[in-house]
């Protein structure tokens, strides 16, 4: 079965550290993964698709197969990175139907 | 910009009453969604809707009911509101194929008491 695995229920880090945001994924073809943030009492919002290996506001995932990972990636924390961070993988068994299977989400706090 | 839009942000309803959730979105997405988000359970699917008048089970479909009367308009429906249902709705839309990821509107709250 596919599923994806946020570990962390919360991540607290000073601002300036480093920031890592964990995401295990399950399934056996190639995935298509994202990362979704929800900012305080802000709407849930893309912040990027493994495909398009890009940048956004500094985060940064790479796509480990051997691992089945898709770690979040940050190399300095800001204080307005605090947010509910989502792991997302594209449900291959439900044909062009768009959906996803989402991890449990991590928490983040920066703390000044 | 995609716009999703929900028709309430806030709701209180009896237990009971009979609910109606909606959205809008206007990018042309023939997916649309509904989730509940609760604290320590993250995002879970109720229905989806992948055309006009299609609808699939989620993983969390009973007590729910769902329509899509036009590609633009998703519906979710609470037969009869229990306190079990009180939380906070997501709904979200997508073209087909989901190179682009989901949008998500910003949330209705809804307590049920």
């Known amino acids: 079965a596919q599923r994806v695995t946020q570990p962390e229920k919360l991540l607290s880090v000073f601002k300036g550290a480093p920031v890592e945001l964990k995401c295990n994924y399950s399934y056996s073809g190639s995935p298509e993964l994202f990362w979704y943030v929800q900012y305080s009492r802000q709407r849930l919002q893309l912040l990027l698709r493994?495909?398009s290996r890009e940048s956004i506001k500094g985060f940064t995932a790479d796509l480990n197969k051997g691992e089945t990972s898709f770690h979040l990636k940050k190399p300095f924390a800001q204080e307005e990175d605090s947010a509910m961070y989502y792991c997302?993988?594209?449900?291959?068994?439900?044909?062009?139907?768009?959906?996803?299977?989402f991890g449990q989400g991590t928490t983040l706090q920066v703390k000044p | 910009d995609v716009k999703v839009t929900q028709s309430s942000r806030y709701l209180v309803k009896r237990t009971g009453e009979k609910v109606f959730l909606e959205c809008v979105q206007d990018m042309d997405h023939e997916n649309m969604f509904w989730y509940r988000q609760d604290p320590g359970l993250g995002l879970r699917l109720i229905y989806f809707s992948y055309d006009v008048k299609m609808k699939e089970k989620g993983d969390i479909p009973e007590g729910y009911s769902v329509s899509r009367e036009k590609k633009e308009r998703f519906s979710l429906i609470l037969e009869s509101a229990s306190t079990n249902q009180t939380s906070m709705y997501l709904c979200?839309?997508?073209?087909?194929?989901?190179?682009?990821?989901?949008?998500f509107g910003p949330g209705t709250r809804l307590t049920v008491l």
């Open positions: 979200a839309s997508s073209f087909a194929g989901t190179a682009s990821g989901q949008f």
């Open positions: 493994h495909i």
């Open positions: 997302a993988l594209r449900d291959h068994g439900s044909g062009n139907t768009g959906k996803l299977i």
